[in-house]
């Protein structure tokens, strides 16, 4: 499968406690984006990437977010002391250049 | 900020019905996208297009800049195009995409 895919796929956490996500996007797609769905929302928009760098992060939700690309191939998505309120589907997008975006599956996040 | 609104919210319809989805956005953009979700599933991309009209099977989908509008319609439609219909922006000093909040069709048989 060339597409894009997301590890895991579901995440159970206790409040306070950290998680990562990581998504590995298509192999030539230079940009990847992460968004956040909450349920019968439509997404929005998180941070993105050229390459490596990190075009934006204005929009992380607060200062418990962060997120990576370290070698401009995949990504990761951290969360430091989770809240109930960060209970949601997070999606990773890819593309090349200002092609169509291709999504993956999400990881859904639940935190108790 | 741009602001992206969808109509109608909820749509339900007969196998075979011709189906429209309308969007609207506030501010300039250089592409809009018409995205599918289906329950618990992931998102695929249906179109992006940044003026006139494109085609896709049973899909149709155009655009008015200066109005800033745009619809996406389904012809002949079939049980299986039962999912959520998301409309996106992007430009409009935006990086990311900013999305309407989705149409929730279904198609009965």
């Known amino acids: 499968d060339t597409g894009v895919s997301q590890d895991p796929r579901h995440k159970i956490t206790k409040r306070g406690q950290n998680v990562t996500f990581r998504c590995d996007p298509i192999?030539?797609?230079?940009?990847l984006y992460w968004y956040r769905q909450t349920l019968g929302q439509g997404p929005e928009f998180l941070t993105y990437f050229q390459n490596e760098a990190q075009l934006e992060k204005s929009r992380l939700l607060s200062d418990r977010f962060s997120a990576e690309r370290p070698k401009g191939s995949f990504s990761t998505l951290e969360i430091q002391r989770t809240e109930q309120g960060d209970s949601a589907m997070y999606l990773c997008?890819?593309?090349?250049?200002?092609?169509?975006?291709?999504f993956g599956p999400g990881t859904r996040l639940l935190v108790l | 900020k741009n602001e992206v609104e969808q109509s109608p919210q909820n749509l339900t319809a007969q196998e075979g019905e011709f189906i429209t989805i309308n969007c609207s956005y506030s501010v300039g953009i250089s592409a809009l996208h018409w995205l599918q979700q289906h329950p618990g599933g992931g998102i695929v991309s249906l179109f992006m297009l940044s003026s006139g009209k494109k085609k896709h099977g049973r899909l149709i989908a155009t655009i008015n800049i200066q109005e800033k509008h745009s619809s996406l319609h389904i012809t002949a439609s079939h049980p299986r195009d039962s999912a959520v219909y998301i409309c996106?922006?992007?430009?409009?000093?935006?990086?990311?995409?900013?999305f309407g909040k989705g149409t929730h069709l279904i198609i009965q048989p």
């Open positions: 997008a890819s593309r090349f250049q200002f092609e169509t975006q291709y």
């Open positions: 996106a922006v992007e430009g409009g000093g935006a990086d990311g995409l900013t």
């Open positions: 192999s030539e797609h230079n940009r």
